[in-house]
């Protein structure tokens, strides 16, 4: 089997995978992640796609993300904006984020951090019951008013490019 690695949770730019044969890993990035799944496995049996982009590290939840993300500042910004807002409306952006993740086809897991039992409970009722109509509305709203503005919806490379920078910094 191939397994697929999936990063950008935020755009709808598409842009297929590294990564080939059966037995080897393919890693879907810098664009959306559905849009390279579907046409990777167009040309590829057996594709078997484990997705941990769920909330982004707590990038998508009322929490914010966490001092040490690897993210931009744009899109942090975004994050903190969309969560101000899901918090007037008393939405959970992280549960908005789950039930947008597990609505997508194509994936054979989903990987979730949870570190409290309502959390825990929180994410089986989505899988088994959904989201609300009003929940619904505002994750609408959340894709189109917040995440639709972001250039780029990824981080992949900068923390590497942080830490060549910091030894470059050191051997000199």
């Known amino acids: 089997a191939v397994f697929g690695g999936v990063t950008d949770p935020f755009t709808g730019r598409a842009e297929v995978a590294r990564g080939e044969g059966d037995g080897r890993i393919a890693w879907f990035g810098r664009g959306n992640e559905f849009v390279a799944l579907e046409e ?12 941990a982009t769920a909330t982004a590290m707590g ?4 929490a ?26 008393d939405v959970e952006l992280g549960k908005l984020a789950v039930y947008h993740s597990l609505k997508k086809d194509g ?30 509305r505002v994750l609408e709203h959340v894709k189109e008013k917040f995440f639709s503005r972001l250039r780029e919806g ?17 051997d000199s």
Do not use: F, Q
């Open 40 to 51: 990777y496995r167009e040309g590829k049996k057996g594709v078997g796609v484990i997705s």
């Open 107 to 136: 994936v054979a897991m989903h990987v979730v951090g949870m570190n409290t039992m309502d959390l825990l409970n929180s994410n089986l009722n989505i899988v088994y019951n959904g989201i609300t109509a009003h929940e619904k």
């Open 64 to 89: 914010g993300p966490p001092d040490w993300h690897p993210a931009t500042n744009e899109i942090k910004m975004v994050c903190r904006e969309a969560a101000k807002y899901c918090k007037e409306l």
């Open 59 to 62: 990038l998508l939840s009322n």
């Open 154 to 170: 990824h981080w992949e490379g900068l923390e590497l490019k942080r830490y060549n920078e910091i030894t470059a910094a050191e």
